[in-house]
């Protein structure tokens, strides 16, 4: 039932996001842009570049990019449809769905960013199969975190800034341990030194989950 | 005697200013007098971590039966629980500068500490953006007991994975080691009590007030 529910629900924000593509379009052109005013203040010294400030800077980027993304995904509802939701879904059913169809959104927002990142700025990484799955951990991670803090920060009057002030201190340790991990991954280090991240981000990634899926239906209820 | 806890408490942080300043303490190298700096540095942390469960637990109490004690109560000891955070911090650099070398030396503790204290001050913002007092309360106490959830591994298991120059971390030996002999217990765990008793007061004293002061808007 709660699967169905799910399975509807990312179905109607992914129809949506096609019949309205000035979000997601938007939300390429922010990647974009981002990437090539990062090359454009790089680009006059290039020896600038380490490898620790290109992944830092990747992270940075993404990080602003699953912020923007990810804080209209309560916000774009409105009233009435909210009423009509509530009337006939059960909470835990949004906020899984919305978690599961902000991941895609960030996976194919972190892919395009990546590609393009590395193709403007060059492409240090040595072990590939192993970034990427740090960057499809940093895309769950990220989503699932900040599609809760969107919830609450829908709810206050001034939620652009709000949205930014209460989701960082939460997110700064997955965000270090993705670091680490990715920079292990760029230097071709043996896989076995990431393993202790990737342990620590899936427990993060499980508390957070439930977490939400416990508290969303006191949320949804104002 | 309702208020023996209250009698316990002031003679506690008595016997602990006094004792730890004049007791004997085991010379150490590099850290040598600065080591009674244990009994304020530490007692800080423990307070903190308690308060802000407290804050957490009424939290969850207002989820489950809304009223407007619960929401004042789970306010006030986050508040409190940041000034234990804030003393914490201020005298942990202190105390940093004279062993470590540098007021803040990138130590994963440190940075933990640091990143908690945003995590509760965005909790104040969030609670100074709504007009209305029962969504306020409710929006509130879901985002204090979310972000309490995301501080927890912070706190207790990063700094375990990294090399800190914390005792008892990444391979720095921990108090039992060498350091934490009697006389320092001795005064140590009066001090973690008094501190925290302290608190506890605290956040007793100022609910108290702003249970009486709700009172009053609502009868005036």
Known sequence: MLFKEILYLIRKDLVLEWRQKYAFNGMLLYVGSTVFVCYLSFGLRSNVLTVPVWNAVLWIILLFTSVNAIAKSFMQENRGRLLYFYSIVSPQGVILAKIVYNTLLMLVLALVCFVFYAVVLGNPVQDVPMFLLSILLGAVGFSTSLTMISGIASKASNNGTLMAVLSFPVIIPMLLMLIKMSKNAIDGLDRSTSFDELLTLLAINMIVITVSYILFPYLWRS | ?220
Not at chain 2, 17 to 32: F, Q, Y
Not at chain 2, 40 to 48: A, N, S
């Open chain 2, 1 to 220: 005697m309702k208020n023996w806890w209250k009698i316990l408490t002031v003679l506690l942080l008595v016997f602990t200013v006094a004792a730890g300043m004049l007791s004997d303490v085991p010379r150490l190298a590099i850290l040598n007098e600065t080591i009674r700096n244990l009994y304020f540095h530490v007692p800080m942390w423990f307070g903190m971590i308690l308060i802000l469960l407290i804050s957490v637990v009424y939290s969850i109490k207002y989820l489950r039966k809304p009223s407007i004690e619960s929401d004042i109560i789970a306010h006030e000891a986050a508040r409190v629980g940041i000034l234990f955070g804030v003393l914490g911090i201020v005298t942990g650099m202190e105390w940093a500068k004279f062993t470590w070398g540098e007021y803040w030396s990138n130590d994963p503790k440190q940075n933990a500490s640091a990143i908690g204290l945003l995590i509760y001050f965005a909790y104040l913002v969030l609670r100074s953006s709504f007009a209305e007092q029962q969504q306020r309360a409710r929006i509130s106490a879901v985002y204090n007991i979310f972000a309490f959830a995301a501080l927890i591994p912070l706190l207790f298991i990063l700094p375990r994975l990294t090399d800190s120059l914390h005792p008892g971390n990444g391979g720095n030996p921990g108090f039992n080691a060498y350091d934490m002999d009697s006389s320092l217990r001795l005064v140590f765990y009066p001090a973690v009590l008094g501190w925290t008793l302290l608190g506890i007061w605290i956040v007793n004293i100022k609910s108290r007030l702003e249970i009486l002061r709700q009172r009053l808007y609502e009868n005036a």
